[in-house]
């Protein structure tokens, strides 16, 4: 019961969210896919001829990557400064935080389906077999699981640390060219065991594999990606539990 | 006659904040601040050993002169804020209006509004499209559902949360400079709202400084100055204890 109360209170917020944004607009949604599609278009230009030469379906693989890491930095970045964004509400009532992070879930749920959609498309211009779209909601089901926890981290230390939001910034551009998502890690041993450590990797490699080369990714991928799925939702209730009952002294 | 609930229960309730505060520091201390953002703290006590009880169908008044803890006090019983120390226990489902913000948002339609505060009090959607109607009746809004908030006067958007918190089942209401809402006719209008929700087994704790509405409305009331509650009991004494400690009345 409580579960759901959470969904419906942060479906209610990513709504008000999501109609604020688009509050006027005359062009609404597509400002959503417009940035991931235009990075997918420039590095598709820059690589396909190069590093992108000995990997099969090259511009499957590059969206993919694209998409999945787009939806992990929205909602973290965002997750981060919500707390003190929300604060005049935060001092007023109370209601369950948790349910903020939530809606801003949701919100990036909602607007990276639309790119998942470009993707299917694409795949379907290249003839191969649709069937591992079946999965997907699965996969990111789980990867979403874990971008709540991280997310509920960062948004419940940036009330103490507010560097972090800056910090973030920095260190997820870092984590995007760490992430092999125009380039493909092949034999480099020093860059598969620094990946090792980048939760991203595993999402997007099963992705990779179910979707374009319709393979059942490795056991140890899947069971790295449900580990840190554990991990990160784990600290990520510890930690937000343990500071929420001063968010609203904080900001 | 129904039977007396204790809604309220605070023993011993304190709570502290660290505010910001300007100190002599050392030179290097000063150059260092001027990149850094981080300001010195020191304590303040906001509430010191607080105890109250309130019972279903009461209306407690609380005065006291500013800053000297009344919103802190509405805070730390709807569990916004932890207390320090003491205990706060609360039965029933609390509504907190302070300052009228219940997250109202002013580029969005009435109607989503409406959804969203409601959502906010912890109601589900098919709850609040079965109130709707309702919510917009007291509020006197009917032509409005689908204008955008920022096109409301003050007016209308004081009387707009107050209806929408009016209409969350409060069993436990918190109402924070709120009574000023509205012409003479919406008052009236309110009071009698408030009575209803007394009578049906819910209480009241109101902060304010109309003096009057307190020595109409509220059975008893609390004074609180410095964070200390220096006087409490039936209304009309209490507000001559503030006036005199104020210097208005010898």
Redesign the interface.
């Given at each position: 019961m409580r579960l759901k109360s959470f969904l419906g209170l942060s479906l209610s917020l990513a709504k008000a969210e999501f109609k604020l944004k688009n509050e006027g607009s005359y062009f609404g949604i597509i400002w959503y896919i417009l940035g991931p599609i235009l990075t997918f278009l420039l590095l598709l230009g820059i690589f396909s001829d190069r590093l992108g030469n000995n990997i099969a379906y090259y511009p499957l693989y590059l969206l993919l990557g694209i998409v999945m890491f787009n939806l992990f930095q929205n909602t973290t970045t965002e997750a981060t400064k919500a707390i003190s964004i929300h604060r005049g509400i935060i001092k007023s009532i109370k209601f369950p935080l948790e349910a903020l992070i939530g809606s801003i879930t949701l919100k990036a749920i909602f607007s990276h389906i639309f790119e998942i959609l470009i993707f299917f498309i694409i795949l379907k211009s290249f003839g191969l077999p649709l069937v591992g779209i079946l999965f997907y909601p699965l996969i990111l089901g789980v990867f979403c699981i874990f971008i709540f926890g991280v997310s509920l981290i960062f948004s419940a230390l940036n009330v103490y640390f507010v560097d972090l939001e800056n910090i973030w910034v920095f260190a997820s551009r870092v984590l995007w060219f760490a992430t092999p998502i125009f380039y493909e890690i092949g034999n480099q041993t020093k860059l598969f065991l620094i990946n090792l450590f980048n939760p991203l990797y595993f999402f997007i490699e099963i992705s990779r594999s179910i979707l374009i080369y319709n393979k059942i990714p490795d056991t140890w991928v899947i069971l790295g990606s449900l580990g840190y799925t554990l991990i990160s939702i784990i600290i990520g209730f510890l930690v937000f539990n343990r500071l929420k009952h001063k968010f609203a002294e904080m900001v | 006659m129904m039977e007396k609930i204790e809604r309220i229960s605070l023993k011993k309730v304190s709570k502290k904040?660290k505010i910001g505060f300007k100190k002599n520091r050392s030179f290097l201390a000063r150059i260092i601040s001027l990149f850094s953002?981080r300001e010195s703290k020191k304590d303040i006590v906001c509430l010191k050993d607080i105890s109250l009880n309130a019972y279903s169908g009461e209306m407690i008044g609380v005065i006291g002169s500013n800053g000297s803890g009344k919103s802190t006090l509405l805070?730390v019983i709807?569990?916004?804020?932890?207390q320090d120390s003491g205990t706060v226990k609360t039965n029933g489902k609390?509504i907190?209006l302070?300052?009228l913000?219940?997250?109202m948002?002013d580029?969005?339609s009435m109607k989503?509004n409406i959804?969203?505060c409601g959502?906010?009090?912890?109601l589900?959607?098919k709850t609040i499209a079965e109130r709707l109607p309702s919510i917009i009746k007291f509020a006197e809004l009917e032509e409005y559902l689908e204008t955008k908030l920022y096109q409301f006067s003050s007016g209308m958007i004081q009387r707009l949360a107050f209806s929408i918190a009016m209409h969350c089942n409060p069993e436990i209401l918190l109402l924070d400079e709120v009574f000023e809402v509205g012409d003479e006719s919406f008052r009236k209008k309110s009071q009698e709202k408030i009575k209803n929700i007394l009578d049906s087994g819910a209480t009241i704790i109101f902060v304010t400084h109309d003096l009057e509405n307190v020595k109409y409305n509220c059975n008893r009331s609390i004074l609180i100055n410095d964070g200390e509650m220096i006087a409490s009991g039936n209304s009309e004494e209490v507000i001559t204890k503030y006036l005199k400690l104020i210097g208005v009345l010898k």
């Open positions: - | 904040f953002g805070r709807s569990g916004i804020y932890k609390i907190s302070i300052n913000n219940i997250g948002q580029r969005l989503d959804y969203l959502s906010l009090f912890g589900g959607r």
